[in-house]
């Protein structure tokens, strides 16, 4: 049977354990009060290093307000711009955005007073360039228009941007709804709209006074001097044209080949596709319309045109 004694040495031996695991304990906590402090002290002597630490870790987040719904289902034979393709239709609808404020739950009534205005900014997200790496960001670019000549990635439109955000001007055709209807539209079907603003000529273009009536609009001379391309048609491509069923858009065979006329006059082509792919067929479609065609210096000619099934 234990005694008593026995029974106080146990709880004592106990008592020492805990007494030591507190004392460990409390070092321990006076050891992180002490680097606490010094780092502290370290951000008080540089202040500017803690708004340069609390820049570094701010967080912007973006959500889609909507998506397109556009002709353009791949990257082939989608317009640079929408204004040198005013026969691209299209269509944004707000409905379809995350309900990501409170004030948000009527998202159509963002759209009243919109129809006032002739066109609108669009800005939006380029959601199909490649992830994987090998198309990585550069400081200097080629655009095709310079044939290999590479310049500063902000002076140039490439998609391949440190934030792959676009800005494209369209003709506002109506609004239904929660829907945008436009005219001119460079966008691939589902690309995430991140914001729509109307376009007003008093703010977003350069301002010209009757003391300076004649500003000098400066752009370089690789875009000034471009040339827009001969489209021509063989005799088998316009049989196909004249056997398309009209859809959607269309009204008339003309409306179709002027779509296709708009596309290919200003060269769709990468610098990639120009240099390595030369001599083989070119592909893209005008919503259901499938074009088949082939670039020769300043000429491009459609060999082909179906339906697509």
Not at 68 to 81: D, F, V
Not at 106 to 112: G, I, K
Not at 164 to 170: H, K, S, Y
């Amino acid at each position: 049977m234990t005694s008593k004694k026995e029974l106080y040495e146990t709880e004592i031996k106990l008592l020492r354990t805990e007494l030591k695991k507190l004392r460990d304990q409390i070092r321990g906590m006076r050891a992180q009060h002490i680097k606490d402090m010094a780092k502290l002290k370290e951000i008080l002597d540089s202040p500017d290093d803690l708004l340069k630490s609390s820049k570094s870790n701010d967080k912007y987040p973006l959500q889609p307000i909507g998506f397109a719904s556009t002709w353009h289902q791949s990257k082939n034979g989608t317009p640079r711009q929408g204004c040198i393709a005013k026969s691209a239709n299209g269509m944004i609808d707000v409905s379809a955005a995350p309900k990501f404020h409170s004030g948000f739950e009527n998202p159509h009534f963002s759209l009243d007073g919109l129809t006032e205005f002739s066109h609108v900014w669009i800005i939006f997200y380029f959601h199909q360039n490649s992830s994987d790496g090998r198309n990585f960001v550069k400081t200097k670019v080629a655009p095709p228009r310079l044939g290999g000549d590479r310049v500063g990635l902000f002076s140039t439109r490439s998609p391949h941007r440190p934030n792959p955000i676009g800005l494209t001007l369209a003709k506002l055709v109506k609004v239904e709804k929660s829907k945008l209807y436009l005219q001119g539209l460079d966008l691939l079907d589902g690309t995430p709209v991140l914001d729509i603003k109307p376009y007003i000529p008093n703010y977003d273009a350069p301002a010209q006074s009757e003391e300076d009536s004649v500003e000098e609009i400066k752009v370089p001379d690789w875009i000034r001097n471009e040339k827009s391309l001969k489209v021509l048609f063989t005799e088998r491509a316009l049989v196909n044209l004249s056997k398309m069923p009209l859809e959607n858009e269309f009204n008339s065979h003309q409306d179709i080949k002027q779509a296709i006329v708009e596309v290919l006059e200003e060269d769709p082509r990468s610098n990639y596709r120009k240099e390595k792919c030369s001599d083989k067929l070119y592909f893209f479609s005008v919503d259901y319309v499938k074009v088949t065609c082939w670039f020769d210096e300043d000429v491009v000619e459609v060999v082909k045109i179906n339906s697509i099934s």
